[in-house]
């Protein structure tokens, strides 16, 4: 059964750091790429950034908004997808979600990624930026 994890949410003041994590079971984490979206109340989920697969280039992209403070990487385990968040807003508060799909990863893929909602997806983790 193909499942995803979120974990590591939380409550964090303006400029602190946390470590999301996505955990995947049921199938090859590898041969997938891994996106991380958000959506906060009353907008639409937007993607943040997303990892293409081991299998691949492994390449990176990000949302405009989260450049230079967000991190995502692949665990040694193989079966874990972290996002690494430096530097926190009120802006990123939000319900972080983490999805698979067989595609590339790019900018362009993530906007259409979150519109489209295609592939597995988890249930969300709280993340909260308030001083």
């Known amino acids: 059964q193909v499942q995803l994890v979120e974990s590591g949410g939380g409550l964090v003041q303006p400029g602190e750091s946390l470590k999301l994590s996505c955990t995947a079971s049921g199938f090859t984490l590898d041969d997938y790429a891994i996106g991380w979206f958000r959506q906060a109340p009353g907008k639409e989920r937007e993607g943040v950034s997303c990892i293409s697969s081991s299998r691949s280039d492994a390449g990176t992209a990000y949302a405009d908004s989260v450049k230079g403070r967000f991190t995502v990487s692949r665990g040694n385990d193989k079966s874990t997808v972290y996002l690494q968040m430096n530097s926190l807003k009120p802006e990123d508060t939000a319900v972080y979600y983490c999805?698979?799909?067989?595609?590339?990863?790019?900018?362009?893929?993530?906007?259409?990624?979150?519109?489209?909602?295609?592939?597995?997806w988890g249930q969300g983790t709280q993340v909260t930026v308030s001083s």
């Open positions: 999805a698979r799909e067989r595609t590339a990863c790019g900018e362009q893929i993530l906007v259409l990624w979150a519109l489209s909602r295609l592939g597995d």
